[in-house]
């Protein structure tokens, strides 16, 4: 069976100053080139975030605001290819509640990935933060968020139970049995199976019979990540039905993104 996939977690460049593979000068990536690659593995649409390489230990927002209008410039390139995910920031209450309106009205719903320790902060938390997750309420934004500080996590999920969180990798035992705790607490809380996680034997076997497969997105972290292998981990996986894999690659997402 020939899935379609779209991949929820990547991180687009537009230069190669935003490009945060490793091992970039091994691997012939560019923008341009971006699109052809993911294709000719089966991936038919990508969201996320531009982050760079680089940790902005004291940002401006308009080091922030110049990520969103790379991910704005993507979308102009990549067309239908690309659903841009867009970065927020609790330093900047105003101006982030301000960018999630001008998002919305762009037709936009997707924040994030946001990796708070790239940008100078680390606290999921916070008056602030809250603040601005009440405005992404107030659009119905989706919040892709990299899993860390469990317990703010916990507190979050709480205080927000009708925003959709979608956070992003299911991690070791510890971190992937405190996604599942938060799964109970809310209904709109989703896990990307990025990053670390999906190569243990099980887990997503062990997750979908806890909550059916419709809390699960395909994700893969590219370029930081090699795609192939997460495709392997679910198209591969003797545990799951066609039916199950056909939901994590890419039913979910167009529930969440209310794509056609």
Known sequence: MKFEII??????????SENICSHKSYCNMSA???VNDLKSIGISKICGSVIK????KDPTWEDIKELNDTA????ELYKDFYIPGFAIHPAFVKESCAEIERMSS???NLIGEIVPYMHGWNSYYSKEFSEILDAAEKYNMILNIHSSCDDEMDIMVKEHPDLVIVAAHPGEITTFNRHME???MSKNYYLDLSGTGLFRHGMLRHAIDLF???RFLFGSDYPTCNPGMFIGGIEYDFNLTDKEKEQIFSKNAKR????K
């Open 212 to 214: 059916g497969p419709e």
């Open 182 to 184: 938060r799964m109970k």
């Open 72 to 75: 704005l410039k993507l979308k």
């Open 53 to 56: 390489p680089i940790t902005l």
């Open 7 to 16: 991949d929820f977690h990547t991180h687009p460049f537009l230069t190669d």
């Open 32 to 34: 341009e080139n971006t």
């Open 106 to 108: 762009l037709g936009i």
């Open 256 to 259: 969440l993104l209310n794509l």
